[in-house]
């Protein structure tokens, strides 16, 4: 009687780990969604900003204390403003799409 009660523990467990394995593996795939709902695609400029409007943060920027070298990234103080955009690029692959588990590297705009 154990045996049986152990081996359908067993095949219970395997078979709720093994879905919970395929949804990470899965949200790997998925791609990273823009405020429309669209694609993040590698190549466009975007303007990062915060997620809750009205919270208390704009756009991002390059700044500097009394404008000295180097140059940090700061978030501005207001919602509507939005200063500088930026350029996702995938490090690994020539996709055009940026996927949840990419690594990115995130380039400012000159401007």
């Known amino acids: ?23 990470v593996a899965n949200a790997a795939n998925e791609p990273v969604l823009d405020t429309d709902g669209d694609e993040l695609r590698t190549d466009v400029e975007y303007n990062v900003v915060s997620a809750i409007w009205g919270a208390g943060g704009g756009g991002l920027d390059l700044g500097s204390p009394i404008n000295q ?19 996702f690029y995938p490090v690994d692959t020539d996709d055009s799409v940026v996927y949840q588990s990419t690594d990115v590297n995130i380039v400012f705009v000159p401007g």
């Open 1 to 23: 009687m154990n045996t049986i009660t152990a081996a359908v523990l067993l095949l219970v467990f395997v078979f709720s780990t093994k879905s919970c394995f395929l949804g």
């Open 69 to 87: 070298c180097p140059t940090f990234v700061v978030q501005r103080t207001l919602d509507t403003e939005f200063d500088r955009p930026v350029v």
